[in-house]
């Protein structure tokens, strides 16, 4: 099968998608729609979403639910490590429209594992096999799996893992290539990400230390991949979708793109939910300003929403009078 002929990553129209990486409190609506206002990426994932709740709780208030009409490129991730919990959860996402979803079996929060979950299920793989198997027989849009390279360095035990996923009915394979015990510490081993998709029947996606267009283009490159994945290196620089697409480098305004993004907060997420996800998104953004320590500390110190709002106002005015 020559590459044109193979599976594409997601079903995407597109031979090498840029795909939003899904980030707790990060990658909810009103940071997707600042990603499109700006030029994004093909597909966006949204944040990690627990199947109990999906299952238990009110899909109408849902947080984690919350998206714009015109969002019809999500890919739903959801976590868990009951199969009928799981399945449950699918049966509900494709009952809501979702074309997309995606099981975690990469994130090594210490509250996950102790859950059985994430990156847990690595060490489990017939509990994932019964997992995947009731979440196919429930949900019949695009499935994929997001993964780390487990938790120790055994080859052999990775690739039996996935090949079963892919067996399975798992259609994409996102691939952070780390070790659960380095969460993101280090260098992304990069050529793991090149070794699975050569073994592997199905389309893999590389994710991990991408933070600038460069970084995508040797990605590519370096593991042929079937897909980009971005998630930290978005945050900080919501130009870098854009950047790729076109070649070229892309200024903005960081006032303005903070402002933006408060806008969004308001047009989109509960008022009780703006000053933490403003917070969190600053503690990203602002690594990538000039004096930034001085933007993210003067952020972490307002009350409400329109203090911090005032504090930005007055930060950009100050460093432009400099």
Same mark, same amino acid.
């Given at each position: 099968?020559s590459?044109?002929d193979?599976?594409?990553?997601?079903d995407?129209?597109?031979?090498?998608?840029?795909?939003l990486?899904?980030?707790?409190?990060?990658?909810?609506?009103?940071?997707?729609?600042l990603?499109?206002q700006?030029?994004?990426?093909?597909?966006y994932?949204?944040?990690?979403?627990?199947s109990?709740?999906?299952?238990?709780?009110?899909?109408?208030t849902?947080l984690?639910?919350?998206?714009?009409?015109?969002?019809?490129d999500?890919?739903?991730?959801?976590?868990?490590a009951?199969?009928?919990?799981?399945?449950a959860?699918?049966?509900?996402?494709a009952?809501?429209?979702?074309?997309a979803m +995606?099981i975690?079996?990469?994130?090594?929060a210490?509250?996950?594992?102790?859950?059985?979950?994430?990156?847990?299920?690595m060490?489990r !793989?017939?509990?994932?096999?019964?997992?995947?198997?009731?979440?196919r027989?429930?949900f !019949?849009g695009?499935?994929?799996?997001?993964i780390?390279?487990?938790?120790?360095?055994d080859?052999?035990? @990775?690739?039996?893992?996935?090949r079963?996923?892919?067996?399975?009915?798992?259609?994409t394979?996102? =691939?952070?290539?780390?070790?659960?015990h380095?969460?993101?510490?280090?260098?992304?081993?990069?050529?793991?990400?090149?070794?699975?998709?050569?073994?592997l !029947?199905?389309?893999? =996606?590389?994710n991990?230390?991408?933070f600038?267009?460069? +970084?995508?283009?040797?990605?590519?490159?370096?593991?042929?991949?079937?897909?980009?994945?971005?998630?930290r290196?978005?945050?900080m620089?919501p130009?870098?979708?854009?950047?790729?697409?076109?070649?070229?480098? =892309?200024? @903005?305004?960081?006032?303005? =793109?903070?402002?933006?993004?408060?806008?969004?907060?308001?047009?989109?997420?509960? !008022?009780?939910?703006?000053l933490?996800? @403003?917070?969190i998104?600053?503690?990203?953004?602002?690594?990538?300003?000039?004096?930034?320590?001085?933007?993210?500390?003067g952020?972490?110190?307002?009350?409400?929403l329109a203090?911090g709002?005032e504090?930005?106002?007055?930060?950009f005015?100050?460093?432009?009078?400099?």
């Amino acid at each position: 099968m020559s590459p044109s002929d193979s599976p594409r990553a997601f079903d995407s129209s597109v031979e090498c998608p840029l795909i939003l990486a899904p980030l707790a409190e990060v990658t909810h609506v009103a940071f997707r729609m600042l990603l499109r206002q700006i030029g994004g990426a093909h597909l966006y994932c949204t944040e990690m979403l627990s199947s109990n709740t999906l299952v238990h709780g009110q899909a109408s208030t849902s947080l984690f639910l919350l998206r714009d009409e015109q969002e019809t490129d999500l890919i739903h991730q959801v976590s868990g490590a009951d199969p009928a919990l799981m399945a449950a959860a699918a049966e509900r996402l494709a009952a809501g429209g979702v074309r997309a979803m +995606d099981i975690n079996m990469g994130c090594s929060a210490p509250t996950i594992i102790r859950k059985g979950e994430g990156v847990a299920l690595m060490r489990r !793989p017939e509990l994932t096999r019964r997992i995947i198997r009731a979440v196919r027989q429930s949900f !019949p849009g695009h499935l994929s799996a997001k993964i780390r390279l487990g938790w120790q360095d055994d080859r052999p035990a @990775l690739l039996n893992f996935c090949r079963m996923l892919a067996e399975e009915g798992v259609q994409t394979l996102v =691939v952070h290539p780390r070790f659960r015990h380095e969460k993101f510490k280090g260098t992304a081993r990069w050529e793991w990400i090149r070794w699975l998709q050569e073994e592997l !029947p199905l389309p893999v =996606v590389g994710n991990g230390d991408v933070f600038s267009a460069a +970084d995508a283009t040797r990605l590519r490159h370096q593991t042929r991949c079937a897909g980009v994945m971005i998630g930290r290196g978005a945050v900080m620089r919501p130009q870098i979708f854009q950047e790729i697409l076109t070649g070229h480098e =892309v200024r @903005l305004d960081p006032e303005q =793109v903070l402002l933006d993004f408060i806008r969004l907060l308001r047009q989109y997420l509960p !008022p009780e939910k703006h000053l933490s996800r @403003l917070k969190i998104f600053v503690t990203w953004f602002a690594k990538s300003q000039f004096f930034g320590h001085t933007l993210f500390a003067g952020v972490q110190s307002s009350t409400s929403l329109a203090e911090g709002e005032e504090i930005i106002r007055r930060f950009f005015q100050q460093v432009q009078t400099a």
